[in-house]
């Protein structure tokens, strides 16, 4: 899986469980579910960990950074991820899987 972390600069806000980009809805949470704008489960978090739908694990968080299973071995600073969400009331975990599916 390719992260596409900076979305033409412009970060997410989280109102309630909805995930929003420059005005536009672009996904949500429910339960531990991440959701795009049409609704398809992009994948889930639970624990320390983010898996996608096929139950793989994809990423993982450990001390201060957000880590992806795949071979590309990318490391992301969790000051990076709150950086690019605004709003959320998610536990970290949460915000990191918003993070990696919708991308900031």
């Not at 672009?26 to 898996?51: P, Q």
């Not at 998610?90 to 990191?96: A, F, Y």
């Amino acid at each position: 899986m390719v992260w596409e972390f900076w979305y033409n600069g412009n970060m997410l806000k989280m109102m309630g469980n909805d995930i929003w980009r420059s005005g536009q809805k672009v996904g949500w949470v429910e339960a531990n579910y991440v959701r795009d704008h049409d609704g398809k489960k992009l994948g889930y978090f639970n624990g320390n960990f983010i898996f996608g739908m096929d139950g793989h694990k994809l990423a993982y968080v450990e001390g201060d950074y957000l880590y992806s299973e795949s071979g590309s071995a990318t490391k992301i600073s969790l000051d990076k991820v709150n950086e690019g969400i605004e709003g959320s009331m998610l536990p970290e975990i949460g915000k990191c899987a918003v993070y990696m599916f919708i991308g900031v």
